[in-house]
């Protein structure tokens, strides 16, 4: 029987006394202090433990399994045992027991946690503050970072007060693999969240958000928030399905990207959505609404330059500014601002802005050989790309043409080259389709650098009606007026 108590307590590294129990009954009892288990082991019974304590040793180890150290702390004396600690702990040199536990523990602050959390840690460790937690609440919980090794780790730290209320039990947990999956969560939720306001095609704000953001503004205008300034600025491409049409959605999806850069860059201080297709809106506050004025200006001049030079994208757009006396909510600033679009769109369609004008047609002159040469080499490019159409180029300034010779003998026309051949090609049409002929080129002479999809019928020399569907486009000189229009036919 001692061989067994003896290998028991080995086991946990207790020490055996045989005594007697309160009815005289020899008894080998074993103190596992380092457990908290109090095992009574009857010499003439064998092994035999009390079940409540059983339990209780069993609680105490899971919990142990649980943590990195755990210790015991008498609050009057300040001494401490320590139950056992972790390898990971093993560069703190934690004592089985000592004294004087709060400068330990103050010292031990200093040494192994991180610089940014000791002040915090500091404060938790006053005595008088923490013992006042614990009769409130009896538990306190820190986290922190520890520097061992010269990596770092996230620690839980748990005080907790015994029911005799003079003893704390403290645990510190390694919750390193537990931060960082939280932090992987995190991150992972913060995408997820971003990407739902995110527009995926230009990477600004979309409608979720821009939404969220008006919600704000229509409650602080509720609140009467007095120091409130913004202003909305309403932008949308100019022609945005027509070119979608003409020229592919891959190419309309660069216009909208192009036309979402030249607004960020404009209102870099200033969030601003993408609310459609084709819809965006700015809006704008602090630097960038001390200075509206000035970027709203520069939004404009840059879209109409654009339109001049047929180099980027067109955007119309309007500004209104809140004015908290007048205006009873958001939508009644959003919708001026849209009101003031609409006029700009306008304007611009109708190619009314500084710059935008034809260069008169030197009449009844000889071009230049210069420019003829010119002409020359640019259908030629021309002509290599064309395939089975046929190559047309005007010198708009001369209104001189060269067309594919192939054209010129299908059609019967004069010859290679032509004055005014718009005049001697519309008799070639079909009277029916002349009218939306004409629309569609004077579009393009007034500033659309793309022809708009148009098929029409024109007669052959052989006195036969073919459908033909131009693709055209206009070249502008360094000025922005259209100096060539060129294109290709294509029979159908």
């Known amino acids: 029987m001692q061989k067994q108590v003896d290998l028991i307590c080995r086991l946990h590294g207790a020490q055996a006394t045989l005594q007697e129990d309160n009815c005289g009954a020899p008894l080998y009892k074993c103190g596992i202090i380092k457990q908290g288990i109090l095992l009574n082991i009857y010499k003439e019974e064998g092994y035999c433990m009390n079940i409540d304590q059983v339990a209780f040793g069993q609680v105490a180890i899971t919990l142990a399994k649980n943590y990195d150290s755990m210790y015991y702390v008498d609050i009057e004396s300040d001494n401490f045992i320590e139950f056992f600690h972790s390898q990971m702990l093993n560069e703190m040199n934690l004592p089985e027991q000592g004294t004087n536990f709060f400068e330990f523990m103050r010292e031990q602050t200093h040494r192994v946690v991180h610089p940014d959390d000791q002040s915090y840690i500091l404060n938790l460790l006053n005595k008088d503050a923490l013992l006042g937690k614990l009769r409130e609440n009896n538990s306190s919980i820190a986290v922190c970072r520890f520097i061992l090794g010269g990596e770092i780790f996230h620690i839980c730290h748990v005080s907790i007060l015994c029911d005799d209320g003079k003893h704390i039990l403290g645990c510190i947990k390694n919750i390193e693999n537990e931060y960082q999956e939280r932090e992987a969560q995190d991150q992972i939720l913060q995408s997820v969240e971003r990407l739902a306001r995110m527009d995926e095609l230009t990477g600004i704000k979309n409608k979720n958000a821009y939404t969220e953001r008006v919600n704000e503004i229509e409650f602080m205008i509720r609140n009467k928030d007095v120091d409130m300034e913004f202003a909305v600025v309403m932008c949308d491409i100019n022609d945005l399905k027509r070119i979608n049409d003409t020229r592919g959605h891959s190419f309309g999806d660069e216009s909208i990207q192009k036309a979402s850069r030249m607004i960020g860059d404009i209102y870099e201080n200033s969030s601003v959505y993408r609310i459609g297709g084709d819809e965006f809106v700015v809006i704008v506050n602090g630097d960038d609404y001390k200075k509206r004025d000035h970027l709203f200006y520069k ?143 004077g579009s393009v002479l007034k500033g659309d650098s793309v022809l708009y999809p148009i098929s029409y019928r024109a007669q052959m020399a052989d006195g036969t009606y073919v459908i033909l569907r131009p693709r055209g486009f206009v070249l502008n000189d360094n000025d922005g007026v259209p100096e060539y229009f060129g294109g290709i036919i294509i029979p159908q």
């Open 299 to 441: 939004l404009r001049k840059e879209s109409e330059t654009n339109a001049k030079q047929r180099s980027g994208p067109v955007v119309a757009c309007g500004m209104a500014v809140y004015n908290g006396s007048v205006d009873k909510g958001y939508y009644e600033v959003f919708e001026r601002a849209d009101r003031h679009m609409y006029d700009n769109k306008k304007k611009l369609k109708s190619g009314n802005y500084a710059g935008v004008i034809l260069r008169p047609v030197v009449e009844n002159a000889t071009i230049p050989s210069s420019r003829k040469r010119n002409l020359d080499k640019l259908f030629g490019a021309m002509y290599t790309m064309a395939g089975d159409g046929y190559v047309f180029l005007t010198d708009l300034r001369y209104s001189f043409s060269r067309w594919s010779l192939s054209l010129v003998n299908d059609f019967g026309l004069q010859s290679e080259y032509m004055y005014h051949v718009e005049k001697i090609w519309e008799n070639c049409i079909h009277p029916d389709d002349l009218e939306r002929y004409h629309e569609v080129v």
